[in-house]
């Protein structure tokens, strides 16, 4: 059995840090893609940022242009575990956040595994 495990999230005030975890479990990814996502109310989900395996300890990361600077994933593959860290949050990245993982098929990430979910609100 394979899960996503999302804690971190809650309500903070804009300009405030929140830092989502994601610990994984039946499964190892250090050698995968693990990334963020998140859906805002009527919104369609987006990508926010995301960490593949680039080959030996090196990963790499990209994130959407909306929360670039703003936003750190990393990883403790000790822990089978991501993060999301959020700085200087915005009113707009309220949203419900998803943790996701899955293998790397070339340069397509197949995320067959998702998080619960864990609601973020920034306040103004």
């Known amino acids: 059995q394979v899960q996503l495990v999302e804690s971190g999230g809650g309500l903070v005030q804009a300009g405030g840090s929140l830092r989502l975890s994601c610990a994984a479990s039946g499964r190892t990814f250090s050698r995968d893609s693990m990334g963020w996502f998140r859906q805002a109310p009527g919104k369609e989900r987006e990508s926010v940022a995301r960490s593949r395996w680039s080959g030996g300890s090196v990963y790499y990361a990209d994130y959407a242009d909306s929360v670039k600077g703003r936003f750190t994933i990393f990883r403790d593959n000790a822990k089978n575990t991501v993060y999301l860290q959020m700085n200087s949050l915005k009113p707009e990245d309220t949203a419900v956040y998803y943790c996701?993982?899955?293998?790397?098929?070339?340069?397509?990430?197949?995320?067959?595994?998702w998080g619960q979910g864990t609601q973020v609100t920034v306040s103004s």
């Open positions: 996701a993982a899955g293998r790397q098929d070339g340069t397509a990430d197949m995320f067959d595994y």
